[in-house]
């Protein structure tokens, strides 16, 4: 076992790297694109003839895995991804972040607000009169909560 381990060299490690990327075609989500890197790292290095010895290639191989892992984790992460369908069926939801003018005035906190052809029931902290500009910054249900842009 250790003459196989010795007789390492170059094209190993782009096999490897090329197996590697071949799992990550079948699936992997991005996780082996960073592994395989890394077996392409260790043999560019082999190449150049920086490295040699089995242990060093395996170590560096590690180190450098680790050190993808934890990129892919950092800045690829699925659930960075924002998911549009989550608010496919809440309607005020999607209304979250938009700027309008007031058409009516909000008296005691509560009115209400046409947007587009539809008329929602809208919740203020404070009385807003016509044609002030507001933004719509969350939802209770299907109740808009608006306050003033300044």
Same mark, same amino acid.
């Given at each position: 076992? +250790?003459?196989?381990?010795?007789?390492? /060299?170059? #094209?190993?490690?782009?096999? !490897?790297?090329?197996? %590697? *990327?071949?799992?990550? &075609?079948?699936?992997?989500?991005?996780?082996?694109?960073?592994?395989?890197?890394?077996?392409?790292?260790?043999?560019? +290095?082999?190449?150049?003839?920086?490295? /040699?010895? #089995?242990?060093?290639?395996? !170590?560096?191989?590690? %180190? *450098?895995?680790?050190? &993808?892992?934890?990129?892919?984790?950092?800045?690829?992460?699925?659930?960075?991804?924002?998911?549009?369908?989550?608010?496919?069926?809440?309607?005020?939801?999607?209304?979250?972040?938009?700027?309008?003018? !007031?058409?009516?005035?909000?008296?005691?906190?509560?009115?209400?607000?046409?947007?587009?052809?539809?008329?929602?029931?809208?919740?203020?902290?404070?009385?807003?009169?016509?044609?002030?500009?507001?933004?719509?910054?969350?939802?209770?249900?299907?109740?808009? !909560?608006?306050?003033?842009?300044?």
């Amino acid at each position: 076992m +250790l003459e196989l381990l010795q007789s390492l /060299n170059f #094209w190993h490690w782009i096999i !490897l790297a090329l197996v %590697l *990327l071949g799992g990550e &075609a079948l699936g992997a989500a991005g996780f082996m694109i960073g592994i395989s890197m890394s077996a392409l790292g260790v043999a560019l +290095l082999m190449a150049t003839g920086l490295i /040699n010895d #089995w242990q060093t290639q395996f !170590l560096l191989f590690a %180190l *450098l895995s680790v050190v &993808a892992s934890i990129l892919f984790w950092k800045f690829f992460r699925p659930d960075k991804c924002i998911d549009d369908a989550e608010m496919i069926n809440n309607r005020a939801a999607q209304l979250v972040g938009r700027k309008l003018i !007031l058409q009516q005035t909000i008296e005691n906190g509560s009115g209400r607000l046409q947007i587009g052809d539809t008329f929602w029931r809208v919740s203020a902290e404070e009385d807003l009169t016509e044609g002030t500009r507001i933004e719509v910054y969350d939802c209770e249900g299907m109740t808009l !909560l608006i306050r003033k842009i300044t």
